[in-house]
């Protein structure tokens, strides 16, 4: 069983930068593919960017590509989001997930293990 835990979120202004963090336990780390995903109030969970076991193979969606920076540190057992120029649309809470798979994934339903989330408001 994989422990996620979210940390790095809070309140910035636009075009400010936050860095989320997901600290994994219990599991092999390396192991696992990583994927960020955020929930706006009144909205659904929806993909922000994904890394593979190695790094190989990474992506984001749309809304945020250029802006965002996804990395790992197999030694740490650490996922990582750099999140640049933020926008007040970019306010949700932001959620780590982890599967035990060789590729990144876009997909929620390929994802077995979710963090609690860390909430990120962009506001002036």
């Known amino acids: 069983q994989v422990q996620l835990v979210e940390s790095g979120g809070g309140l910035v202004q636009p075009e400010g930068s936050l860095r989320l963090s997901c600290a994994a336990s219990?599991?092999?780390?390396?192991?696992?593919?990583m994927g960020w995903f955020r929930q706006a109030p009144g909205k659904e969970r929806e993909f922000v960017a994904t890394?593979?076991?190695?790094?190989?193979?990474?992506f984001y969606a749309d809304s945020v590509r250029g802006r965002v920076t996804i990395t790992r540190d197999n030694a740490k057992n650490t996922v990582y989001l750099q999140m640049n120029n933020l926008q007040l649309d970019d306010t949700a809470a932001y959620y780590c997930?982890?599967?035990?798979?060789?590729?990144?994934?876009?997909?929620?339903?390929?994802?077995?293990?979710w963090g609690q989330g860390t909430q990120v408001t962009v506001s002036s």
């Open positions: 997930a982890a599967q035990f798979n060789f590729y990144a994934s876009t997909r929620e339903a390929d994802y077995n293990y």
């Open positions: 219990g599991g092999t780390f390396k192991l696992y593919s």
């Open positions: 890394i593979s076991r190695t790094a190989n193979q990474i």
